[in-house]
């Protein structure tokens, strides 16, 4: 399954009927959430999505309105309900913070899908919607495979459609190179052959125009048609670095995967590295310095660059090309040597290893090449054991 997202250019008319349409479905979530509440609260007894789905019929009765949206469009609303509660008590069941499904907002609630029926792709580059009508939209590349979903979804002011395709895997001719790759700030990608792939920091570039944005809608009055607008253009210019970081990210992990047989990173968790810093206190209960100025601006750097967005492209993009993605344990990895496996203990601040066996290299090459050992090592080990399995 690949999808393949395309920009919408509704017409005015158009884009007011996608944003009804929008806010009808949203209506369907929350009062088909609010009925499972209350069935529960009230009764004890949980209601499944087949209970909902036959009062379709009893609604379009009474609200004559959802006659004008496509019947597999609003039975998908109610798929989504049932996933999120079924994935809200698996929660519950593992122990994890459960996190009860919400109600959705209108900035929350963005995208309506067909699932099986009801839209078509024109070969004059139209997307025709049941219930909706033709849109015009831009087949920036080939649509490859089967469609199987629909789905519509609003970015701001702007409306893509997403489809959803089934397909043959389309591998590369076969690579016996590997690659270990240490990911970094200074450098985003440090490949144990000694090349570097820069750090845009697109977040970084575009913090002083976030900021006057930022702060241009904190002077707007609430509910203000103003204020509205400078909503628009602080979420426009974070979609921008969004893009930015995206485009990015799917050209260096193509071309990795088109390079390399093997590709092994790090097993990194960009989450648990950028929480903010603990507070810290002495024995009479007086907060102390805690460095956590430091660390908001380190946390900052980290989710700019986009570790495991680039890891998860490079995952997929792989199984798709039949090539593999390995991830290691990321212990020692800047700490032992290439050379000769001694472990040369360095702070953050020291940027070159050397060592008393000869090897002086830079210390995120030196990493890279023990993230490829690791890795090396952990598919020959896997090798080994699936003939006993």
């Known amino acids: 399954m690949k999808s393949f997202k395309y920009r919408l250019y509704p017409t005015g008319k158009q884009a007011r009927t996608l944003q009804w349409t929008l806010d009808r479905t949203r209506e369907l979530y929350n009062a088909a959430l609010q009925e499972r509440r209350d069935a529960y609260r009230m009764a004890h007894k949980s209601i499944t999505y087949y209970d909902q789905s036959v009062q379709l019929p009893e609604i379009k009765a009474i609200r004559e309105e959802y006659k004008d949206i496509h019947s597999q469009v609003l039975q998908d609303v109610l798929r989504r309900v049932d996933k999120a509660m079924k994935a809200f008590f698996r929660r519950v069941k593992s122990g994890e913070t459960p996190g009860y499904p919400r109600f959705q907002g209108r900035d929350r609630y963005d995208s309506f899908t067909y699932p099986q029926a009801g839209f078509s792709l024109t070969q004059d580059s139209r997307v025709c919607l049941s219930k909706i009508g033709s849109i015009k939209v831009r087949l920036h590349r080939e649509v490859q495979g089967t469609i199987k979903t629909c789905t519509i979804k609003r ?59 930022q702060q241009s809608l904190a002077r707007k009055k609430r509910g203000s048609h103003r204020r509205q607008k400078a909503v628009q253009s602080v979420a426009k210019a974070h979609r921008k670095v969004r893009n930015q970081r995206a485009d990015f990210l799917h050209k260096a992990s193509r071309m990795l995967v088109n390079q390399y047989g093997v590709i092994v990173f790090e097993e990194l968790q960009p989450a648990n590295m950028s929480r903010r810093a603990k507070p810290k206190q002495d024995e009479n209960g007086t907060y102390l310095p805690n460095g956590g ?35 290691v344990n990321p212990r020692y990895t800047s700490q032992v040597c290439s050379g000769c496996g001694t472990i040369r203990k360095k702070t953050l601040e020291e940027r070159w290893h050397s060592c008393e066996c000869g090897t002086e290299l830079d210390r995120d090459h030196n990493a890279a090449i023990n993230i490829l050992r690791l890795g090396r090592s952990q598919q020959l080990a896997m090798a080994v054991e699936a003939p006993r399995l």
Do not use: M
């Open 293 to 327: 100025s430091a660390k908001s601006g380190l946390n900052k750097s980290i989710q700019d660059a986009g570790w495991g967005q680039f890891v998860g492209y490079c995952t997929y993009k792989a199984e798709n090309a039949g090539r593999t993605v390995v991830q």
């Open 155 to 213: 970015e701001g002011t702007c409306w893509y459609v997403v489809f959803a395709c089934e397909g043959e895997a389309a591998p590369l001719p076969v690579s016996d190179e590997a690659v270990g790759i240490d990911l970094g700030l200074l450098h985003f990608a440090t490949l144990s052959t000694g090349e570097t792939i820069e750090n845009p920091r697109y977040f970084r570039k575009g913090e002083k125009k976030l900021q006057a944005l």
